[in-house]
C-alpha cells in the first residue's frame, strides 16, 4: 500500500497551488485521509483532514480560509488546493492514510494515522 503526492513547485507570496495524492495496493473507501506538513527544521504536523465521505473536514487554525482538502474515491485520489499561500507555508506535504477510523469523522490526530506518502516540497518565496 503506497501515497504518492505531487504537484508542489516554487511560487511566490499570494499564489495558489493544487496538491494531488494518489494511493495504490488498495482501496481507499472508508479510509480517513490528511495532509501533513513538515517545514525546515520542525516537526511534521498535520494541515487538513477529511472523512470517509468527505462531510467533514478539518483545517489547522493557520490555514483556515486558505486551504480546502476533498477526494475522489473512485480514483484514490486526495487533494489539497491552496490559496493565498505565504512564506510560512513552504514544507514539504505528504498525504496520510488512517485505515483504523471507525467513523465517518476527519481526525485531526497525527498519532493515528498508519501511512504516509513521499512529500512534495512546496516553496514560497517572499
Known amino acids: 500500500v503506497q501515497l504518492q503526492a505531487s504537484g508542489g513547485g516554487l511560487v511566490h507570496t499570494g499564489d495558489s497551488l493544487k496538491l494531488s495524492c494518489v494511493g495504490s495496493g488498495r482501496s481507499f473507501r472508508r479510509v480517513a485521509m490528511a495532509w501533513f506538513r513538515q517545514a525546515p527544521g520542525k516537526e511534521r504536523e498535520i494541515v487538513a483532514a477529511i472523512s470517509w465521505t468527505g462531510g467533514s473536514r478539518w483545517y489547522v487554525d493557520s490555514v483556515k480560509g486558505r486551504f480546502t482538502i476533498s477526494r475522489d474515491d473512485a480514483r484514490n485520489m486526495v487533494y489539497l488546493e491552496m490559496t493565498s499561500l505565504k512564506p510560512e507555508d513552504t514544507g514539504v506535504f505528504s498525504c496520510?492514510?488512517?485505515?483504523?477510523?471507525?467513523?465517518?469523522?476527519?481526525?485531526?490526530?497525527?498519532?493515528?494515522?498508519?501511512?504516509w506518502g513521499q512529500g512534495t516540497q512546496v516553496t514560497v518565496s517572499s
Open positions: 496520510a492514510a488512517d485505515f483504523d477510523a471507525w467513523a465517518d469523522y476527519a481526525n485531526e490526530r497525527p498519532d493515528e494515522y498508519d501511512i
